[in-house]
Each structure stands twice: as C-alpha cells, then as structure tokens.
C-alpha cells in the first residue's frame, strides 16, 4: 500500500489459505485504485487461472485510511506477539509506519 501511495502504478499481494490463495492486484490512476481479487487454487498459479471474485474503485486516500485503521485495530486487538500467534508472522509495523509516515505527508502536501 505505503507503494501506492509513494507512486507506484501497480502491486499486488497474495494471502494463502490452504488449499486456496487470494491474489490482490491493485492498478492506480491518478488518485484512483482499481482493485481485484482472485480466488486461486494454488498460488503458483498465474492470474489467468484464477477467478475474480471481487473487483472495485477506490480513491488512495480512502484505501490508505482503510489500511491503516485495520492494522491498528489489529495490534489493539491482538498486539504484535498475538499476530504472530495467530497468523504465524511477525506484524508488519515498519510497513504500517511507513504507510502511515507517506500518508501524513501527503496530506500536509494537500493543505499547503
């Protein structure tokens, strides 16, 4: 996310849940986010293979925001030792700071 933010044009994530993976393709215009969602029976496999069970628009701002907030309320939750516990990989604070850190200057680059 904290990618799109600083410019990039395009990303992607992929959450494995075996059997299945979930792909997220995020595609910026502007200030707009496209984004999909595949559903994937294995997560080698490549887009073509995969179904798109969810796709939408979004501004970089309310998509950041979204982020941000659901991190945060995941550390509040369960904290960082918790996450691990629970999803088996450290929590991703740098990353989340680093979104956070991008988003702020953006925002005091907009009101001046």
């Not at 501004?59 to 907030?69: E, H, K, M, S």
């Not at 659901?70 to 629970?86: H, I, L, M, N, W």
Request: overall charge negative.
């Amino acid at each position: 996310m904290a990618r799109l933010v600083a410019g990039k044009t395009q990303t992607r994530v992929q959450f494995e849940v075996e059997p299945t993976a979930y792909r997220w393709m995020f595609y910026r215009e502007g200030e707009d986010i496209w984004i999909r969602v595949l559903e994937l029976r294995d997560g080698s496999d490549h887009d073509n293979a995969g179904t798109e069970i969810w796709s939408s628009p979004l501004g970089i701002d309310q998509l950041a925001r979204t982020v941000i907030r659901c991190f945060d309320e995941v550390a509040q939750t369960y904290g960082e030792s918790g996450y691990r516990g629970k999803w088996g990989e450290h929590f991703p604070r740098t990353g989340l700071e680093a979104l956070r850190r991008l988003w702020h200057t953006r925002h005091r680059s907009d009101d001046t």
